[in-house]
Every structure is written in structure tokens, then in C-alpha cells.
């Protein structure tokens, strides 16, 4: 984070290494509206469900 050059009030917030980025867990299927709401930061709720892996349970690290 920086002070604007020409803005003193204003900050610049670069952008996430994409390197850093890994996927870890397995991957859950939702629909759009819920994940329009995962989005926003809402829970997702069995409805919303599209698929997901075989086993998962409460509290398991899933990718959305």
C-alpha cells in the first residue's frame, strides 16, 4: 500500500501475487445465486448445491 503521487488523501492497494495462489481441498458445485451470496460473504446452504465430493463433512475445506 502507497500514498497516491498526486492524491495524498488516496492510497494504492496493489494487486495478489497470482504465484501465491494455490487451490487446496476438493471442489463444491454451487448455483449462481449462491454464489453470487458467497460473493458477498453469506454461508452456503444445501439448496444452493449443485455437487459436491462424496464423504465431505461438517467443518471439511472446500473450494467454492
Known amino acids: 500500500m502507497t500514498v497516491h503521487p498526486k492524491l495524498p ?5 496493489g494487486s495478489l ?3 501465491d ?3 487446496e481441498g476438493r471442489e463444491i458445485i454451487v448455483d449462481t ?6 460473493l458477498r460473504g453469506a454461508h452456503v446452504f444445501a439448496p444452493g448445491i449443485m455437487g ?4 465431505a463433512i461438517y467443518f ?3 473450494l467454492i
Open 9 to 13: 488523501d488516496a492510497v494504492i492497494i
Open 52 to 55: 459436491m465430493p462424496k464423504g
Open 33 to 38: 445465486t449462491c454464489g453470487a451470496a458467497v
Open 60 to 62: 471439511y475445506f472446500l
Open 21 to 23: 495462489l494455490r487451490p
Open 17 to 19: 501475487d497470482e504465484s
